[in-house]
């Protein structure tokens, strides 16, 4: 093994898989990306494809025959491709399942083929549901609350499964509620950050779901991408571990730092009141800890807000029809 062997990461235009990617150039690994394109912007990774250390596939994980010969030679997987969203997951299950579940084992299939060794599977912390308690560690209950955590959590259990059986050392890290510049600004309906920094550069009200009491467990980029790759250098393997923030932080300080005025909108079915990871078996275990602060990420949030510029602009209503489907499929069964 060279002291910096050459990676794959799936997902590597989106969001963390940029970031991710950007990293590894830095740290001299020659990486492989595939994506799709789906969620993901070949813009992400300008930064990157100008070093000449990174080579860029459009590629689906869906389509083994199409991301096969890409695993050779590869020492290192890092499995972030995944459609995200809960509403389109809830309106087209299928597509989520082939992606998430079908299209894991298509990337454990080829990794398997290719004798790779190490294997990091990005996992979500939506896998927790309503947890019980908090701060949740991973041995809490798994409740997924619709089909995008449900598949995600199926990626998990494929990955760790395929590690055990076939000897390539795998690890399991769950997210919490990541956010950064490159968040995802596509036409759907999604993270809280993207939403409040649209509304906000067209001073408009933020949208707060509820009485915005409810806490979010949320997690600066670097430190994730630092969590990612302290895991793969660590010699943990067959564990799940969560990566969170270390605190957990309510949607009306988030307004508050963001400043500017709000409007309420109904609270989501199945919507937990708090997510907090429990971080301590990461702490042990990879030796890892979150550097930056929920006050610092927010203003780095807003000193790239201009990159919000051209995303889609929500308000009550515009939300109340984009998640009919949330409300009319789990509102009976989940709200509690
Ligand atoms: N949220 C909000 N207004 C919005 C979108 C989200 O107040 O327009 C809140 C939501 O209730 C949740 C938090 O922001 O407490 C994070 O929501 P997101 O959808 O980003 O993540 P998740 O609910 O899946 O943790």
New binding site residues.
Partial sequence: MTQTPRVLVTGGAGFIGSHLVDRLVADGHEVVVIDSLAVGREKNLTQSLRTGKCSFHRADIRDREAIASLFEGVHTVYHLAALAD?VPSIEKPEEYFTSNVDGTFNVVEAARASRVKRLVYAASS?CYGIPEKYPTPEDAPIRPQYPYALTKYLGERIALHWGSVYAISTVSLRFF?VYGPRARTSGTY????G??LAQKLAGKN?????D?N???DFTFVTDIVEGILSAAKSDVRDEILNLGSGGTYS?NELCQLLGGTIEH?P??PG??DC?FADTTKAQRLIGWKPQTSFQRGVQIMLEHIEDWRDAPL?DAQT?ASATKSWFDRLGESATV
């Fill in positions: 809960i939506s509620n999604g993270a809280v950050f939403v409040f933020f949208t707060v779901v509820g915005g409810q806490t979010r949607i909108i609270k989501r919507e937990p997510t929500w939300i």
